[in-house]
Structure formats: structure tokens, C-alpha cells
């Protein structure tokens, strides 16, 4: 049993509109929020960000795996703004899904360009790392302008693929303006007026039904003796957090001026180069997540191997399979049983990996039509679904069939228009110790190859 499952500069004020105060920021009944709760003060959820490319979230998350056995109890993702990354926000958004489905949370920030520009941007002045002048500031905090109608469009570009996580049942910590506090970015370092925009953020998004974000407000380790300044109101906040950038390891000061402006609500190590060590975390129990960015994770000057375990391997550390949270926990009745494939392309691409619980590991099978993978539950069970999580090669044509003997075959489902992604299959109720996936068309020139086949 897990541990966590065993506790279970500033513009006229005539030129701005006034903005309500919304009643409530985080879904009601967040099971997200009751985690956090739940373990303030007495745990901190591992996380690692997976940011460019946007066709490969879960590269980072896995090399943490590697690294530790573990899968972090959080997942990183960004909406981005390069052209490429921006085609593959729906890639971005399956992985998310997947990652709740299995157990993770999901923590989603977006390196937004201007509203003075187009969808997709560079890293530089003309871009995320450029400025607006006062008046454009004016402008697009005065409701109604055309600067304020086409920044409440570039939040329209997401709003989609927010509602498809809300659909799939997704909470979202949701980290829009990160770093309010510093003005390397175009949002940035405005006092007054990046507060106004984060306000206006929430105001526009929570009138588009998006019922499942947990808003997380979000500082930088610089002048934190100012970041009153930047608080929206505890209304527009559910969670408070900080990015620990210029010293590497949290401060004591920097955790009780967490502490402080947070009132009471949880805080969290959004973003951090170095993996904080368990001392950190023993001495500063309230940070509810640390989320190490990409690439830092294996950058020597900031980690290596020991002191990642470490951490990883900590007991008030929550990793993957100690939340009871989305997708995880015990309702997955193939997680980890025996299981028999018609084939495997290679040793490392074997059959456990689909009922291993991680996405991250995969079946693969030869490149030839006819393939197969069963589990056996060990024990008539009643099954009432099943999903499948397709890696790139897909079925194009496949059957769910279902067995109490592991001789005799029922099929329960067909599919012949597969298309990829993650299928979920609704099977009504039905007595079986084995199921299987057999699929006899594929749907790419090589085999077929499943992250994960799950059964409940």
C-alpha cells in the first residue's frame, strides 16, 4: 500500500477596468486539491517538465526513470511557441492525458508570445524575450481594445485542447505568466500591470467552462521582499509557487516569504535546476511538488545520478503509484500480471512493459499483420473495460477478445478504423480471467506497439 493511500511601471487606474473577484479558482471537489492538502507538511510529489520538442512530452520524465526506477508523481508540460511545437500541442495534450491516467499530476505552463504578434514566435526581442511600451500596456489591459481582444484570442488558441483535458477528466495546475516577478519576458516585472494581466487571464479563461484548472500563481528567487506586489488576490489562487533559479537550493527566507503571501494555501517548487535534496525538504515540509526542468536534470553543475536517487528514493517523497489520484492506483486489473505476446521485436521491447503501469516503457511486436498480446488476472474477474495506449505503430484493425479458460475465445469489441492515440473501450460487464488484444492489420509499415494495455 502506498504511503499517501494510507493517510489517504504602473498606468493610470482611469484607464483599467475593474475586475471581480471570482467566488472559488479550483474545481470543486478537486482531488487534486485534497492531495495537497492531505499531505502539507508531511510529503513533496516529485515532477520533472518535459519542454521542447512537443512531439516527445515524456522524454525527460522517462530519463528520470531511467535514472531511478522511479516515475515522478508529476508531469511538465508547455504549450510553447515555435511553429513545430505549436503543431504538436495535441501530441502534448495525449501525453498529459495519459500521464493522469496512469497516476501522475499534470502541470501545464505556456511560454506565450505577444499579443503585438503571431501564434508562434522566437526566443528573442520579437518574441517571448521582447517588451511592451506603456501604451501598449494601456491597451491591452483596457477591455475591449484591440490589444485586449487579440490577447483573449491567443488564450482562445489553447482553450481547445484545455476543455479536451477537462473531458478526459484532467485537473491541470495550470502556470500561466510564470515568473511574474522578473522582466526577462514580455509579461513580465510590471508590478501592477502583470498582476492586472494575470487577473485578466483568469477572468477570461474561467468564462470558457474550463472547470478543471487549478490556478497556480507563480514567482521568481529575485527581490521576493516585492512579491506582495504581484499577489492577484487569494481568490485568483490556489496554489502559490516559486522558481529556484538564482540560488539553486530554496532559502529559508525564500520559504517563509512563500509562506506568507500564500495565507494558508499550499506551496510548491514549480520549477528547479537542482533536485532539492532531502534535508531541503525535511527542513521546508510545506512544498507540496518540486518540478526539475528538462534538461537540468542531467546538466553536472546542477545534479548527478546519487543525488537524484537520493531524493527520488526519499520516504517523504511521493512518486508515481503512491497517489491515489486520475487514472492510478488499484482499479487496473493488468498492471504488473503475467502476460504473453505473439512475438517481441527486441529483449527491451518485451510484453511486461505493457502492463508495467509507466508509460514510458512499451510493446513492440514483429513487423508482420498477425500479432497478439494477452494478460492473465489470475482469477475470474469481472471486466468491464479496457484501454489500449498505442505507441506510434498502431492497429489499424484489432479485437478485444476475452477467455476463463485461456483456450476458448470470446470477442467482445472490434475495431476496424484504428487510428493511433489512446483507445478506450467500454465492454459493459464480463466474467474473464484473460484478455487479449489480437489485431491483424497494422496500421504503419513496422509492427504494433503498446505503451500501455490496461484492464478494469
Not at 511592451?132 to 481547445?160: I, T, Y
Not at 484548472?213 to 527581490?223: G, P, T
Not at 484504428?418 to 464480463?430: A, F, M, P, Y
Not at 492489420?441 to 500501455?452: M, V
Amino acid at each position: 500500500m502506498s504511503r499517501i493511500l494510507r493517510f489517504v511601471a504602473p498606468i493610470a487606474a482611469a484607464l483599467l477596468i475593474p475586475l471581480a473577484a471570482p467566488a472559488a479558482a479550483a474545481p470543486p471537489g478537486s482531488e487534486v486539491m485534497a492531495l495537497l492538502g492531505e499531505i502539507s507538511g508531511r510529503s513533496t510529489i516529485s515532477g520533472q517538465h518535459n519542454r521542447e520538442p512537443n512531439s516527445d512530452p515524456a522524454k525527460w520524465t522517462r530519463t528520470v526513470r531511467d535514472i531511478t526506477g522511479e516515475t515522478p508523481g508529476l508531469w511538465g508540460g508547455d504549450f510553447l511557441f515555435s511553429s513545430d511545437d505549436v503543431n504538436h500541442r495535441g501530441t502534448m495534450v495525449d501525453e498529459a492525458i495519459r500521464q493522469w491516467q496512469a497516476g501522475s499530476l499534470v502541470a501545464l505552463t505556456w511560454h506565450v508570445c505577444p499579443p503585438t504578434v503571431g501564434s508562434t514566435c522566437g526566443w528573442d526581442s520579437g518574441g517571448i524575450l521582447g517588451s511592451l511600451n506603456d501604451g501598449q500596456w494601456s491597451e491591452l489591459l483596457r477591455d475591449g481594445s484591440s490589444l485586449n481582444q487579440a490577447w483573449k484570442n491567443r488564450l482562445n488558441e489553447v482553450v481547445p485542447h484545455l476543455r479536451r483535458l477537462r473531458d478526459a477528466g484532467v485537473e491541470v495546475l495550470w502556470r500561466p505568466l510564470h515568473e511574474m516577478n522578473e522582466g526577462w519576458s514580455w509579461w513580465g516585472g510590471r508590478g501592477a500591470q502583470t498582476r492586472q494581466l494575470y487577473q485578466l487571464t483568469h477572468e477570461h479563461l474561467a468564462g470558457q467552462g474550463l472547470s478543471n484548472l487549478i490556478w497556480v500563481w507563480n514567482v521568481k528567487d529575485v527581490d521576493m521582499g516585492g512579491i506582495g506586489g504581484y499577489w492577484p488576490g487569494a481568490s485568483y489562487v490556489d496554489v502559490a509557487s516559486l522558481d529556484v533559479w538564482v540560488k539553486q537550493t530554496p532559502s529559508q527566507s525564500d520559504y517563509d516569504a512563500m509562506l506568507n503571501v500564500a495565507g494558508g494555501k499550499p506551496i510548491a517548487l514549480a520549477e528547479v535546476g537542482r533536485v532539492p535534496s532531502p534535508d531541503v525538504l525535511a527542513a521546508q515540509p510545506r512544498w507540496a511538488w518540486f518540478m526539475t526542468w528538462a534538461e537540468w536534470l542531467v546538466d553536472p553543475a546542477y545534479n548527478d545520478n546519487a543525488s537524484v536517487q537520493r531524493t527520488y528514493w526519499d520516504g517523504r517523497v511521493l512518486n508515481r503509484g503512491e497517489l491515489d489520484l486520475g487514472g492510478g492506483g488499484g482499479d487496473n486489473l493488468a498492471r504488473n500480471r503475467p502476460v504473453y505476446a505473439s512475438s517481441q521485436e527486441s529483449t527491451t521491447l518485451n510484453a511486461a512493459n505493457a502492463v508495467d503501469g509507466d508509460t514510458g516503457t512499451r510493446w513492440s511486436s514483429t513487423y508482420a499483420d498477425q500479432q497478439w498480446l494477452y494478460v492473465d488476472l489470475g482469477a475470474n474477474r469481472t471486466v468491464t473495460g479496457v484501454t489500449l495506449r498505442w505507441e506510434a505503430a498502431y492497429a489499424a484493425m484489432y479485437q478485444i477478445q476475452v477467455s476463463t479458460d485461456g483456450t476458448t475465445w470470446t470477442t467482445v469489441h472490434n475495431d476496424y478504423a484504428g487510428n493511433g492515440g489512446t483507445d478506450v473501450i467500454t465492454l459493459g460487464s464480463r466474467t474473464a480471467r484473460y484478455v487479449k488484444m489480437y489485431a491483424w492489420q497494422r496500421g504503419t509499415p513496422y509492427g504494433y506497439s503498446l505503451w500501455e494495455m490496461e484492464v478494469r
